[in-house]
């Protein structure tokens, strides 16, 4: 059984930083991309930010340039390092990631976290 397991979220001023944690667990063969996603309330879930097993990144506008997203892959985990945070950044952040449970094809599956409240307060 595959989980993602998030940490990290909480309650900052305007102007601070949080970093998230996701690490993934139980029994895969390999991580593809990994991804940040956050939803607040009334509004869809959008994507903060998103790695590749290469390291290639994807930010959503919003975050450029305060958000970093990183990866260590012998812990199977991804980081949101989020800095100069803005009231606007409040939502519940969730890990994505798109696992192969299997080496054969049809073998990449995608996997969500529980979710982590992060406030930033003004």
């Known amino acids: 059984q595959v989980q993602l397991v998030e940490s990290g979220g909480g309650l900052e001023q305007a102007g601070g930083s949080l970093r998230l944690s996701c690490a993934a667990s139980?029994?895969?063969?390999?991580?593809?991309?990994m991804n940040w996603y956050r939803q607040a309330p009334g509004n869809q879930r959008e994507l903060v930010a998103g790695i590749t097993s290469g390291g290639s990144t994807t930010y959503a506008d919003s975050v450029k340039g305060r958000f970093a997203i990183s990866r260590d892959n012998a812990k199977n985990t991804v980081y949101l390092q989020m800095n100069s945070l803005k009231p606007e950044d409040t939502a519940v952040y969730y890990c994505?990631?798109?696992?192969?449970?299997?080496?054969?094809?049809?073998?990449?599956?995608?996997?969500w976290g529980q979710g982590t409240q992060v406030t930033v307060s003004s």
């Open positions: 139980g029994s895969f063969f390999s991580i593809n991309s």
């Open positions: 994505n990631a798109f696992i192969r449970t299997t080496p054969q094809p049809g073998g990449l599956r995608n996997f």
